[in-house]
Nanobody, 118 residues
Framework: QVQLVESGGGLVQPGGSLRLSCAAS????????MGWHRQAPGKQRELVAS???????NYADSVKGRFTISRENAKNTVYLQMDNLAPEDTAVYYC????????????WGQGTQVTVSS
């Protein structure tokens, strides 16, 4: 069973930076795609960024140029570097592992709170 543990959330002022980490257990990290999603109060969960096993990346328009997703397979860890944070980035951020060709799989972390406020 895969477990995903996020860390790095917290309170930051507008314009500040945070780096989120998501550590995965198990042996399928390197062949999996990884994503960061977020959910603000009263809103639906949305994709923030994703990275494939081949390191192709995709970003939501709202975070392009400010957020960077990366992965370190040797540590089974995916990162989300968030710069120039704004109040509208306030949300619970979730890590997701997914993949599979014939048998799709999807695992979620428990989430980490990011609050951007002065």
């Amino acid at each position: 069973q895969v477990q995903l543990v996020e860390s790095g959330g917290g309170l930051v002022q507008p314009g500040g930076s945070l780096r989120l980490s998501c550590a995965a257990s198990g042996s399928i990290f390197s062949i999996s795609s990884m994503g960061w999603h977020r959910q603000a109060p009263g809103k639906q969960r949305e994709l923030v960024a994703s990275i494939t096993s081949g390191r192709s990346t995709n970003y939501a328009d709202s975070v392009k140029g400010r957020f960077t997703i990366s992965r370190e397979n040797a540590k089974n860890t995916v990162y989300l570097q968030m710069d120039n944070l704004a109040p509208e980035d306030t949300a619970v951020y979730y890590c997701k592992m997914y993949g599979g060709t014939f048998a799709r799989y999807e695992y979620w972390g428990q989430g980490t709170q990011v609050t951007v406020s002065s």
